[in-house]
């Protein structure tokens, strides 16, 4: 089993593999994306879309949500926890708790529905120990604020709380003193700025002298002064004493947190290759709903048969266009393993035998494919291709040159179990030479039982394709009224090229046309009059048979229809009938009820009352043991109501808006750690995350430090 490289480039599975890394959102799960490779066996692929056919069920379950959370990437801190005496810093223990808050979301999600998705909580099973890691992380991490908790230890309680203290004091100092040399206008525009963990007056320069305290620098310019006031000297020296020992405590208590995951290294591995797994097949599903990605079924024997294929790359450029992708059917097995089609230029030879190729890729890396529920698949060794003009410059090759290297290789590697694409089989030489080296070249393949789809305009490749077994001619279709390609492929003749009919179409004179023709065999004239016929002739009855189709289809639809709405309405008026009948039956004893108790009203007692309604009860019940199938109260039966469609897709609509708002306040809440980088509005510069209090954020943009709050941070 062997994944060909260059194959995969002229098949651009590398761009597939970008598109799938956008939807993943780890680090890790993205380089994973990009490196994807052939499973080991059938069996382990079997394994890769069982699961994910799992997780794509939840996706498309609207009363069901599968947890897809970021795996943090904590190499760093693993690194760390195998250093003897090394101690993990906020930062990192902060992507430990994430990663582990991520991993027990899967596992509980796992383990609470294990009944309906077994391979998901199989594959979550071995996971132990989370809940421990997490009690000994969130003992002393305050979650919301995403720092040390103030209770961590005794002692860093004592220090926080003369810094709040301390800090009260200094502001109040500091207020005072703004609100003095504002009044007296010794301040600048910006009346204050924050340096050094200190809160600095803005003093214009010619008035330093005029405000008492200590000098921290000038502006650029030189027109302000940043002046510490006197009072608050001091005051700062304490509050950074308290801040030096905030930061040993901080060690401190980080230390002792590091001691306690470094017992748990293996486990922390296994959170993390847990998530990136689940990143990659969530991201999977997720870009198999942007081309309509299916499961195929898959054939123990060499056979595959895909119906309404598409490339999946063309299909989404062409929806961004609001184009149709034409879909097409393919088949390739031991009677038909080798499929050569021809056409005209520009008609869709090389995109459908693209779309062969890189679907074959993308099943074998498990992937969905972009063909209709009916479709089948088989397992092959390699995939390998020739496309496209691949000159090489450092090894001074011509595309021929090159062609025939790659032929080289391919002589030496294929065997029954290879998939072989060939664009232009044949081309870049003379053609007369170039299609009997071609020939010998598809014979002694054609021989290896080798699986391929070949693209030519060689007719003697097309003549001895009709003559093997095991080969099969094919042609991508023309509209020869309108001299325009229709996309689609049609297995069984080989196509003519139409070159004077689409040169004509184009506007050359028709003299040149006819002197042209004079230069060709009158055999090979009459041999591509056949093709193109036989095509017209194919066509016409296709067109035939797809109205036919259609107008089958139609009917069957509109009669299928008629018994779902049939059905639908008799169900309906059972319901009806029934409401109906019970509350009737309700009416009837009620009224009797009612004479019964208008007739005793007057007595003094409820004896006669009692007795006429016992007498009434039990001739009800003689009435229901009498009937064969006597009539059950039904509680819940309820009038049938009128459905309120208009409703629903109101809530419907709510319901995405509300989701998307929450994609959107998660990701943004992802970016929120102490230490990140973060741009806020009206901002041109991102600043540094320094502290988070709830919603209220302190960021440092280059010298100023700025208070803030979440809703200034860019989504």
Known sequence: MKFDKQSAKDLEFDVVCQLLSTHCKSQKAKQNAMNLNFFESPEKLKQEFDLLAEIQTIFNDDGLSFPHPNAEDIDTALNILRIENGVLILSELLKVYSLCAGTKQIIDFARNNQIQFPLIFGACEHITGIKEILTTITSILDIKQLKIKDNATPRLAAIRQRQKTNQVEINKNFDRALRKYKQEDLLGEIEETFLENRRLLAVLSQYKKRVPGKLYGVSAKGNFTYIEPLENVE???IQEQLRIDENNELFIILEKVTKALRSEKKQLKAFQRLLVRFDLLSAKVMFASTYKGIRPRFNQSQSMHWEDAVHPLLYLKNQQSNLKTIGQEIILNENGRFLVISGPNAGGKSITLKTVGLLQMMYQCGLFLSVSETSSCCWFDQVLSDIGDNQSIENQLSTYSYRLNRMNFFLQTVNDKTLLLLDE????????????????????????????????????????TS?????????????????????????????????????????????LIEQAKLEVSENKLKVDALSASLQKEKSKFKRINNEQYKTQNKAKKSIREYNEKLERLQEKSERINRFIEQQQKFVNIGKKFYEIIGKFKHHKTNKAINEALKKLASI??????????????????????????????????KAIEAAIEQEKAAKKEATLIVGNKIKLKNQSTKGVLLERDGKKLTVQIGNFIIKTTVSEVEG
């Open 620 to 653: 009800e019940k003689s009435k229901i043991l009498e009937q064969d199938k006597p009539a059950v109260l039904e509680k819940n039966l309820q009038q049938p109501a009128v459905p309120k469609k208009t409703q629903e897709d109101i809530q419907k609509e």
């Open 235 to 237: 005051l700062n020296k």
């Open 467 to 511: 003559s093997l077994p095991s080969a099969e001619n094919a042609c991508m279709l023309f509209d020869t009224k309108k001299l325009t390609p229709l996309f689609q492929l049609s297995i069984g003749l080989p196509g003519s090229s139409f070159t004077f009919e689409v040169a004509e179409h184009n506007g050359i004179p028709k003299e």
């Open 425 to 464: 089989f044949g081309s870049g030489s003379d053609p007369e030479l170039g299609g009997a080296l071609a020939e010998v070249f598809y014979k002694e393949l054609y021989n290896r039982s080798v699986y391929s789809v070949i693209t030519t305009h060689y007719t003697n490749i097309k003549i001895l």
